[in-house]
T-cell receptor
Framework: EAQVTQNPRYLITVTGKKLTVTCSQN?????MSWYRQDPGLGLRQIYY???????DKGDVPEGYKVSRKEKRNFPLILESPSPNQTSLYFC????????????FGPGTRLLVL | GENVEQHPSTLSVQEGDSAVIKCTYS??????FPWYKQELGKRPQLIID?????GEKKDQRIAVTLNKTAKHFSLHITETQPEDSAVYFC???????????FGTGTSLTVIP
């Protein structure tokens, strides 16, 4: 089954404790992206990747890192989480560019205390 | 960067009526405009999209129109059904098609 998976689905952590949210797709997609969703703000793009070792900033990259060492994986790293990073995070992928259909993962709900 | 505004934020319609959601964008170089539906507790799913070289696109009960001159695009849902109840997001891409800017969402309720 073609899918985008994220882990963990729920996470409670404390300020400053490094964490990684994993994203994996099995569709051989070139393009992957991370978004955060906050009430009243819609979705905002954090980072995107056009291919292995090619990443670039989205609209709200501060406080986040990403890597794309393999085509199928695109982890989101919060090196020193802060409460304002409490949010619902979605990973998405599409075949070539973002203008092909983007398939979203199930989301990761993060609470930073 | 791009700024996408979406209206209304909430919309209630009677089953069978039409619903229209409107979005405006600021960057004339934007060239791809998807619409997503997000049911409660679920992930966003693409329902229709339109590219800048097309003025209108239709898929059964759903249609999207684009006015490049005025920099606005709209989602039209006809013959609404209760299962259309969800939050709808519009988005606009950067010229390269890699960066995306979303509207703040419209919560649509279809009353049976």
């Amino acid at each position: 089954e073609a899918q985008v998976t994220q882990n963990p689905r729920y996470l409670i952590t404390v300020t400053g404790k490094k964490l990684t949210v994993t994203c994996s797709q099995n569709m051989n997609h070139e393009y992957m992206s991370w978004y955060r969703q906050d009430p009243g703000l819609g979705l905002r793009q954090i980072y995107y990747s056009m291919n292995v070792e090619v990443t670039d900033k989205g609209d709200v990259p501060e406080g986040y890192k990403v890597s794309r060492k393999e085509k199928r994986n695109f982890p989101l790293i919060l090196e020193s989480p802060s409460p304002n990073q409490t949010s619902l995070y979605f990973c998405a992928s599409s075949s070539w560019t973002g203008t092909e259909t983007q398939y979203f993962g199930p989301g990761t709900r993060l609470l930073v205390l | 960067g791009e700024n996408v505004e979406q209206h209304p934020s909430t919309l209630s319609v009677q089953e069978g009526d039409s619903a229209v959601i409107k979005c405006t964008y600021s960057d004339s170089a934007s060239n791809y405009f998807p619409w997503y539906k997000q049911e409660l507790g679920k992930r966003p799913q693409l329902i229709i999209d339109i590219r800048s070289n097309v003025g209108e696109k239709k898929d059964q009960r759903i249609a999207v129109t684009l006015n490049k001159t005025a920099k606005h695009f709209s989602l039209h849902i006809t013959e609404t059904q209760p299962e259309d109840s969800a939050v709808y997001f519009c988005a606009a891409s950067s010229e390269t098609g890699n960066q995306f800017y979303f509207g703040t969402g419209t919560s649509l309720t279809v009353i049976p």
